[in-house]
């Protein structure tokens, strides 16, 4: 079993109208050495890892483990979304015993500003929603990242806490499907 419990890894890949969410091969390995050695997209993560670094330690096979999607837009991957269990030891839980699911996702820069995040996470959400129904999912973002942040009101994660990690303060939102309901039946918001 893995943190997915009953349900077996990878599931069949995940279709939207312009992706695909699938486990990842080795022709994404070039992608994946791009995505961590963006600039770009280490600006909010830690920072970019050395080029040569990464075509050293990138296995042949990059990224196939539980909970990672790669995101495949004509065949060529262009990102990748998460689903992993939040560590007990960070800050920022929705239950009393952590362990929630966490959505995580990082897109190559020539992918931004398309849709394509929205669309791909709205799809994990989607899939885990139907796999575990019930199960929590909260994304932590820096309130800096302005796009990370308009992305969280797009998937409709609302505000559980502020806190201080990584040396910013960062965003922890919940996704609807663990907001309790309102006294007229309807989920909150």
Not at 21 to 31: F, P, V, Y
Not at 68 to 89: H, K, P, S
Not at 177 to 185: E, R, W
Request: glycine share 10%; net charge negative; charged share 25%.
């Amino acid at each position: 079993m893995t943190e997915f419990g009953p349900v077996a890894w990878p599931p069949a890949p995940i279709r939207t109208d312009r992706l695909v969410l699938r486990e990842a091969e080795a022709r994404d390995r070039a992608a994946f050495v791009e995505l961590f050695a963006s600039p770009e997209v280490g600006a909010y993560i830690g920072g970019a890892r050395p080029r040569d670094e990464l075509e050293r330690e990138v296995p042949e096979v990059p990224g196939r483990r539980p909970g990672r999607f790669v995101v495949d837009l004509d065949g060529a991957m262009i990102g990748m979304v998460t689903l992993n269990r939040r560590d007990a030891e960070r800050p920022g839980h929705v239950r009393p015993d952590a362990g929630e699911f966490e959505l995580g996702y990082l897109f190559l820069p020539k992918a931004w500003g398309c849709g394509y995040a929205a669309e791909a996470c709205a799809a994990a959400l989607d899939w885990i929603a139907a796999a575990l129904p019930g199960e929590p999912v909260v994304l932590c973002t820096q309130t800096a990242n302005g796009p990370s942040m308009r992305l969280a009101a797009k998937l409709r994660f609302t505000e559980v806490e502020r806190f201080e990690e990584y040396g910013a303060e960062q965003w922890l939102g919940a996704w609807p499907s663990v907001c309790p309901p309102s006294t007229d039946g309807r989920r909150s918001s």
